[in-house]
């Protein structure tokens, strides 16, 4: 079955600190996936997906299928990137299963 | 637009009594879903739609309905509410990439629901 893991609750790292949000994935088929945001207060939004290879708000992700993995980075972090964090995996015809997320807290 | 809005934002039910959860979308998305998001949990799927007049279940379907009438509305029916039924409940839309979308999903802010 499919299934996506973040294995930190709660992450916490100083402002200018390299971030690497870590999320490993389980799935027989061809993955798509993608990272979504929720920052305080405001609703949950996509923040990235592996297919468009691009960098929002400094963060990268890369997809290792031989790891079945898609961490987040960032290499310095800021104090607005503070929120919750979510990665999610599109199976099926339309269908998401999203991990437990992590919690990154930016200290100044 | 107003994109993703539900409707209430926090309600407080007892145990058996029923309600419905509104969620409409302005973006003539023809995907939308249901989730609800335990404390420490991540969101898992209740329900989904691909457009009026379908829908299909998702992870955890039992104790919900759902119908789609239109493209904007997807309401979500408790019939007979359970405290294990307390939880956020999250309404999306999406548009499907082999549509000429993205896939991304837009979100509504929630509905807070508790069933003493």
């Known amino acids: 079955a499919q299934r996506v893991t973040q294995p930190e609750k709660l992450l916490s790292v100083f402002k200018g600190a390299p971030v690497e949000l870590k999320c490993n994935y389980s799935?027989?088929?061809?993955?798509?996936l993608f990272w979504y945001v929720q920052y305080s207060r405001q609703r949950l939004q996509l923040l990235l997906r592996h297919i468009s290879r691009e960098s929002i708000k400094g963060f990268t992700a890369d997809l290792n299928k031989g790891e079945t993995s898609f961490h987040l980075k960032k290499p310095f972090a800021q104090e607005e990137d503070s929120a919750m964090y979510y990665c999610?995996?599109?199976?099926?015809?339309?269908?998401?299963?999203f991990g437990t997320g992590t919690k990154l807290q930016v200290i100044p | 637009n107003a994109g993703v809005t539900q409707t209430p934002k926090f309600r407080i039910l007892k145990i058996g009594q029923s309600m419905t959860l509104q969620c409409t979308q302005d973006?003539?998305?023809?995907?939308m879903y249901w989730y609800r998001q335990d404390p420490g949990m991540g969101l898992k799927l209740i329900y989904y739609s691909v457009g009026a007049g379908i829908t299909d279940k998702g992870e955890v379907p039992n104790g919900y309905n759902v119908s789609r009438s239109t493209t904007e509305d997807f309401p979500l029916r408790l019939e007979l509410a359970a405290p294990s039924q307390t939880s956020v409940y999250f309404c999306?839309?999406?548009?499907?990439?082999?549509?000429?979308?993205?896939?991304?999903?837009?979100f509504g802010p929630g509905t807070r629901l508790t069933v003493l």
């Open positions: 999610a995996l599109k199976w099926g015809y339309q269908k998401v299963t």
């Open positions: 999306a839309s999406s548009y499907p990439q082999l549509a000429g979308g993205e896939d991304t999903q837009y």
């Open positions: 799935y027989s088929g061809s993955p798509e």
């Open positions: 973006m003539n998305h023809n995907y």
